[in-house]
């Protein structure tokens, strides 16, 4: 049986090729699953601001309201779906509302346009994400920070150029890692700021010939404030797309990198770290092979992340001013690099705290070359000239000569600068933490509550 030609918003009665509306569909259906529940709270705070703006008597905005929450809720049960009837998630809710209350649930549409309407659904579903992310990214630099307070004192080479250097320790490897996601963690709210305005009123980027209010309905759709120029609306598509996949980028980034430490410290030349076998993959014909595929994905995934930042900046790139359909490809590249993040996040914050440390191998490799800095530095203190004690000590190191092996108490004592392995000052990365963590619990709230007040639900 062939499918009945799809609802579309724009030209209902219009004979349109079939193949042509196939190929500008695409995989809309697919993706714009993840925004139905979205368009439906979209529209709760459009109807609101146009009852404000009295294009809606409070009869109609009464009807629309509790069409609107049954859809909210039908979509969570599964009974709105976008069907192959429908053009993408805009066209099944409207037409799921007009079956149900009738010819008001035309008026729905009163000023606004399809542009404007996905902006704010792909802004309340970026709400949603990022600060889920910023949540799991939290947990990952909590688990890290817990790492490094375990392991202050157990030293261990740290590397330039993947070769013996310096003294470093587990506790010092772990902090940074942690302080790391904490700078993107602490970049956030600048990103918040731009993704926590109102696109609706500004229709097709032009506004339009009503009295709208648009506070109400950014007040309504619990936003901080407006996009103000309605022409920066579609101007700026694929912007926060971007923005929000560089952030991402930055955490898979910082991911990828403690995940190739973690590969290469696991391995048996190095033995510095311990994966639990519960974390570990074998081999289909080497019986002995304990694979560490949790991290070799994750630096994938990073790859991947950076592949979908890449995909929107072409994507909105030389683009003329306004609307363009290409707008449409936007929303998978996003919906996948966020979810690869998010996924990413997760599984090391699993993984970070089963983690084994082997303080003995650690201390082992600390030696020879990795002390001879060390060496340099104690003369300088003595008052020789660091370039002369420079020149001295590598010739002496050249010729076969071997140095006194500080204790670990010296080590760290003599390292004592601010941030430093004898001084990784962790109650500041802990605060750092909580102050990001407040952040998070605040902004979460205030969007959680505006979003069960359009639903009709209490706010948990």
Not at 321 to 346: C, I, N
């Amino acid at each position: 049986m062939t499918p009945r030609r799809p609802d579309t918003l724009w030209s209902p009665s219009a004979k349109v090729d079939e193949a042509m509306l196939r190929y500008t569909v695409g995989n809309d259906r697919e993706v714009d699953r993840e925004l139905l529940p979205w368009d439906v709270l979209g529209s709760l705070g459009h109807i609101d601001g146009l009852q404000r703006s009295r294009l809606l008597s409070d009869g109609e905005h009464r009807r629309l309201r509790s069409g609107l929450r049954a859809a909210w809720k039908a979509v969570h049960d599964g009974s709105l779906v976008i069907g192959q009837e429908h053009e993408d998630a805009h066209s099944a809710v409207e037409v799921w509302l007009t079956n149900r209350v009738g010819t008001v649930g035309q008026k729905l549409h009163t000023g606004r346009s399809r542009n404007d309407q996905v902006t704010v659904d792909l802004r309340l579903w970026l709400k949603e994400r990022v600060l889920a992310l910023h949540g799991a990214a939290a947990e990952c630099a909590e688990a890290l920070v817990a790492l490094a307070s375990a392991h202050q004192r157990t030293l261990m080479p740290g590397y330039t150029h993947t070769r013996r250097a310096m003294p470093s320790s587990i506790g010092l490897w772990a902090a940074a890692y942690a302080e790391g996601l904490l700078d993107s963690l602490e970049s956030l709210p600048g990103l918040w700021a731009r993704i926590d305005r109102s696109p609706l009123g500004s229709a097709a980027g032009y506004g339009v010939p009503l009295p709208l209010n648009r506070e109400a309905t950014a007040k309504a759709l619990g936003f901080a404030g407006l996009d103000h120029n309605v022409g920066t609306v579609q101007n700026g598509r694929g912007k926060l797309e971007a923005a929000t996949l560089f952030w991402c980028t930055e955490l898979a980034h910082e991911l990828s990198r403690l995940s190739a430490d973690v590969i290469l410290f696991s391995a048996a030349e190095y033995g510095y770290l311990i994966l639990p076998p519960e974390l570990a993959t074998g081999s289909s014909i080497m019986p002995q092979k304990r694979n560490p595929d949790l991290f070799e994905l994750t630096r994938a995934r990073a790859a991947g992340v950076e592949g979908d930042l890449a995909t929107v900046m072409a994507l909105k790139a030389k683009l003329s001013g306004g609307y363009h359909r290409d707008f449409q490809l936007l929303k998978e590249p996003l919906f996948r690099g966020v979810a690869s993040t998010r996924a990413m996040l997760g599984m090391v914050a699993l993984a970070v705290p089963r983690l084994g440390v082997d303080a003995e191998r650690c201390r082992a490799a600390l030696s020879g070359d990795a002390l001879v800095t060390d060496e340099a530095l104690r003369r300088t203190e003595m008052g020789q000239p660091f370039r002369a004690a420079y020149r001295d000590v590598a010739a002496e190191f050249k010729s076969g000569a071997t140095f006194p092996e500080p204790s670990v108490a010296a080590l760290l004592a003599r390292r004592r600068s601010t941030g430093g392995v004898g001084n990784l000052e962790l109650p500041v990365v802990r605060g750092r933490l909580r102050t990001a963590r407040a952040w998070q619990r605040r902004e979460a709230t205030r969007f959680t509550r505006a979003m069960a007040r359009l639903a009709g639900r209490s706010p948990a």
